[in-house]
């Protein structure tokens, strides 16, 4: 994972996590007083202790995001500051995520309109970057989503840890899901906790999930039997023994985005959305038109209230896109009183709730897929065909393990309202190691319409922005005109430019270590571990066979 200021980032990163798991916390805690005003908050000095920077982890997370500048993944990257953990447990998840990049995808798909006030509060608490990825494994950055154990909005707020921390929930409105009064009470949750394990952000996560009490009774077991007391000695549930190195694994996969070949989509690092006072009740429906804002949106970025209405005893407050927020205000102050409230959009008018797996990462493929229902006489060749797809992508979504369907089985299908973001998508689930390459078979010239982009346009011919970018000489970053023409080189022509790729068995030797191995082949340590993750489950020792991948044009033999 990369490191840059690493006290921040943990703190971010922890404080985030905890308090949408933990809403099974054991201590009540004062309840914040949060007003209808827009939010200011002060900055507070973070007194813990600061662990040192690793070269290596700074190395790679500068080089991110030297490539992603003025963007929230730089600003991110600037605050990490979780220490870089060589576990075996990270290792799992990290290559999970890179054999779905579907997920990461979607990700940055729905973490959008969030992540630039994340970071503002987790920079004005002085934590670490890392916490702003919390609500992945927490949410999968879904605002209104619900779990099982009654926990919900994008930190996953149990009803009484909520009502603690000050979110109100009644019938008109549930501040669990509010987007910056949660924010709020998350990082300052988080916060909190990390100051009750001394610092330590991995238990203060680690608490957030299963509970201070159950982590303090893990820590006086290990206690008794004179064990360390770290996040990883400790007996914990699996969900929280996985949910730390989740964490982990997502944040050191975006620090190391260019290294794993990891598209991030172009989120400018400016305010997504303004708060703007209300002052009093309004039709939703009525609020989004006065915003020029598709409905849908509108309720993505005020998912807390539970009718047609904001509520009549407040939260007298909206969130607005930022290029709406003017004109939404001089409008709402033309609209007569009368007019802002009607009987009929009392009713609730949003979808049902988006219910969590007891495994969130399977959230992360939601978007892009849709229910389907195996009638008679289907195949899975047939059904793939009928939806645009191929077998081999429906196995893969649907973890098959062979063709075999039953008359009644329920299979995830390419969702056909997004057929961009499916086309790209699927072509890295079906071939997820090898480089992007054009779809198009042949060189062509493409169009810019309006609102396209070199990320959105690499998408959709899942091509790389960097290359896209040179074959035009412009950088990835430029804005294009609608009208111009742009080149979007054939596939043959990119895999031939792609160096050729070699297996080497390596035994490792009496004093050799993951870095001197990883210098020797100028391979980086991540690819090491990432595909030695079985062989190094107990560390490196002299003997062991390390399966390395190079460059064949560097290695003849």
Known sequence: MTRVKINRSINSLVMSTVLILVGCTDSPKQALNLTDAAPTISAQEDNSTHHKHHNLHLHRASQTASNHKNTVWERMLSLYSLPDFNNPRVDKEVEWYLDHPAALAIIQQRAEPYL??????????HMPGELALLPVVESAFVPDAYSKADASGLWQFVPATGRDYGLQQNEWYDGRRDIWASTKAATTYLKELNETFNGDWLLAL??????QGRLKKAIDKNIELNLPTDYWSLDLPPETEDYVPRLLAIAQIFGNADQYSINLQHIPNRPYFEVVDIKSPIDLNKAAELANTPLHVFLKLNPGFNKGSTAPQ?????????AQAED?????????LSERVSQKYLVAQRAPAFVLHKDNRQDLLKPITVAYKVKAGENLASIATKNHTTPKALRLLNHMKSDAIQLGMNLQIPNEAKPNLNKSVLAQL????????AIA???QSYEVKKGDNIYTISHHFSIIPKDLAAWNNVSVNTTLAPGKKLTIKAASQQVASAAPMRLISYTVGKNDSLNQISKK????????????????????????????????????S
Do not use: M, W
């Open 430 to 437: 079906e071939n997820p190691h090898k480089p992007k390459v």
């Open 314 to 322: 407040g939260p007298h407050r909206l969130l607005v896109p930022v």
């Open 116 to 125: 630039a006030h994340i970071l503002d509060e987790i920079e004005a608490r």
């Open 441 to 443: 078979s042949a060189s």
């Open 206 to 211: 680690a608490s957030y999930n299963c509970g």
């Open 521 to 556: 082949f100028n391979v980086p340590v991540n690819d090491l571990r990432k595909n030695n993750a079985t062989a190094l489950a107990k560390g490196i020792y002299p003997g062991l066979k390390l399966k390395i991948i190079v460059d064949g044009n560097q290695f003849a």
């Open 328 to 336: 939404f205000k001089n409008k709402l102050a033309e609209l007569p």
